[in-house]
């Protein structure tokens, strides 16, 4: 049986430009190919976990606008219920304009519109889950109470790295964080009684538990195309492993796995593996 995630999030609309160098600052670069995809830390999470295998409730806002539909299109396709994804009248969608390098690495700038303005009430609505995981593209709000709400797997990607209640850190049962973000946060992300894992790109990703390592997985040698949403599928991988009760080592290399395949392909959303394109990467 298929474990229940409930997903509080941000959900955007991807405009990328990708192939170019990307631009220093007051640099034009020209030769980039477009496309717009599905995104949101939140949604693509949420739709990582989907694609895993999990039954996935999503809580979040889009605009009255005409990219609303095209941002949801992967999550309903793939059958995730956006029933908790509300529209907000006289908002705009929330947008990310991302420049990715031949060489797959990326810059982002997010124009949140909507994803503001989700609530405490708007998490009244979760049903019962298995895990609850938030990130912080939406307002602390939310998250905090999300975090009431919590069962026994409540899971925070603290990303983007901002200032967060010391309650967050502490009660939280799984922080997930990149290097910088783990810099950013300092001894404090191992002051609560929860797990910490840290993504160190090519180096793998490390488990720590009251500061101590607990596991470790190594990368997985891919071709990178693309880079965005690698974390995203990392987090959605590790929560759907942790709570249909696989040991931490092994939801480790499940998220490493995830994320390497997430590499391979353009976009966020499109990128996103199936439980079965991981599991044949993971066997021996």
């Not at 998250?143 to 026994?152: E, S």
């Not at 009660?171 to 840290?198: R, S, W």
């Not at 488990?207 to 997985?220: K, N, S």
């Not at 040991?247 to 391979?264: C, E, K, N, W, Y």
Request: charged share 15%; net charge negative; hydrophobic share 50%.
């Amino acid at each position: 049986m298929s474990v229940r995630i409930g997903v509080v999030g941000s959900v955007n609309l991807d405009l990328v430009a990708s192939g170019a160098p990307l631009p220093k600052a007051g640099e034009t670069v020209t030769g980039a190919r477009f496309a717009q995809h599905p995104g949101g830390k939140g949604a693509n999470q949420a739709l990582a976990a989907r694609r895993l295998g999990a039954n996935v409730y999503m809580v979040g806002r889009v605009g009255d606008d005409a990219l609303a539909e095209t941002a949801l299109s992967l999550l309903r396709r793939d059958g995730v219920d956006v029933q908790g994804v509300m529209a907000e009248i006289g908002q705009s969608t929330g947008v990310a304009l991302i420049a990715v390098s031949p060489e797959g690495e990326n810059q982002i700038i997010v124009a949140s519109g909507a994803n503001t303005l989700v609530d405490a009430g708007d998490v009244m609505g979760l049903p019962e889950c298995d895990a609850i995981l938030c990130q912080l593209e939406v307002p602390i709000v939310a998250v905090m109470a999300a975090l009431d709400r919590a069962p026994n797997l409540f899971a925070i990607n603290l990303a983007p790295a901002i200032t967060v209640p010391d309650r967050l850190l502490k009660e939280a049962n799984l922080l997930i964080v990149n290097e910088g973000e783990a810099e950013f946060y300092g001894p404090a992300l191992h002051t609560g009684k929860g797990m910490v894992a840290v993504t160190l790109g090519g180096a793998g990703a490390v488990l720590y538990h009251t500061g101590e390592e607990i596991a470790r997985a190594p990368a997985f040698d891919v071709p990178v195309v693309d880079t965005t949403g690698a974390g995203d599928t990392f987090c959605g991988a590790l929560v759907t492993a942790l709570a249909e009760g696989q040991a931490p080592a092994d939801a480790m290399r499940f998220a490493s796995a995830a994320g390497a395949l997430a590499v391979t392909r353009p976009g966020a959303q499109p990128s996103l593996p199936s439980r079965q394109a991981v599991e044949a990467l993971l066997k021996p």
